[in-house]
């Protein structure tokens, strides 16, 4: 049986897990959910999935998953026969958890600014986008100072699930307003990211040069 992944094209946390099934090669379905405006995810059928009424979900069979990074941690340890997106040595695994929990949470206050900005989600736009700012320029130190270790991914010599993880809200920001221009290690680091095999865009993300 294959994967289901309940999604909505334009929501980034999905993305993240469409993101892990293409460059995993893993079959999956896809199951669109009107988030905007129907806000389907938050009918009782999705509450029965997910009782915090967000996406995106994965069923496995009897398996039921929410939350992004948690799905991404699964698919990599379940799905990843090389062991390469979630590394089993323990810093390999310490540092792609560090930057898991780092997107999922200080770094969701830019899922919330984006969300604010082309959605009209509650929130303090001014505090939304200051702390969105903070946020990335944390990853931009994180990845200068990798760049001078010769290193070019967050959680050691090769890509991990860490940066599926972080690659969204980077690359998305420039729907609330983030010059990117800003942030020379981030977009090198995403043009490297784009290269990956199995690489899939969505509406919004540029294409650096």
């Known amino acids: ?4 992944l309940y999604n ?9 897990v ?4 293409s460059m995993l090669t893993i079959e999956h379905e896809i199951v669109a959910v009107n988030a905007f405006p129907g806000k389907e995810q938050e009918t009782p059928p999705f ?12 069923k496995d069979g009897d398996l ?12 990599s340890r379940s ?9 089993a040595d323990g810093a390999g695994f310490a540092l792609s958890m560090q930057w898991l929990l ?17 959605f009209g989600t509650p929130g303090d736009e001014a505090a939304l986008r200051a702390g969105a700012r903070r946020a990335i320029g944390a990853m931009e130190d994180a990845m200068t100072v990798n760049g001078f270790a010769g290193q070019d991914w967050f959680a050691g010599p090769a ?32 043009r490297r990211f784009r290269a990956l095999p199995g690489f899939l865009t969505m509406p919004g993300i540029p294409d650096y040069h």
Not at 102 to 118: E, I, Q, Y
């Open 1 to 4: 049986m294959a994967l289901v």
């Open 8 to 16: 909505y094209d334009l929501d980034e946390n999905c993305y993240k």
């Open 18 to 21: 469409r993101l892990a099934l």
């Open 47 to 58: 509450l029965a999935m997910n009782p915090m009424g967000t996406l995106p979900i994965l």
């Open 64 to 75: 039921t998953l929410f939350g992004a990074e948690a799905i991404l941690a699964y698919l």
């Open 79 to 87: 799905q990843d026969g090389s062991g390469r997106w979630l590394p």
């Open 102 to 118: 780092f997107a999922a949470g200080d770094l969701s206050v830019a899922t919330r600014a984006r969300a604010n900005a082309l």
């Open 159 to 190: 890509p991990t699930i860490a940066d599926v993880a972080l690659f969204p809200a980077f690359v998305l920001s420039r729907d609330f307003g983030v010059d990117h221009d800003e942030y020379p290690a981030l977009r090198k680091w995403a």
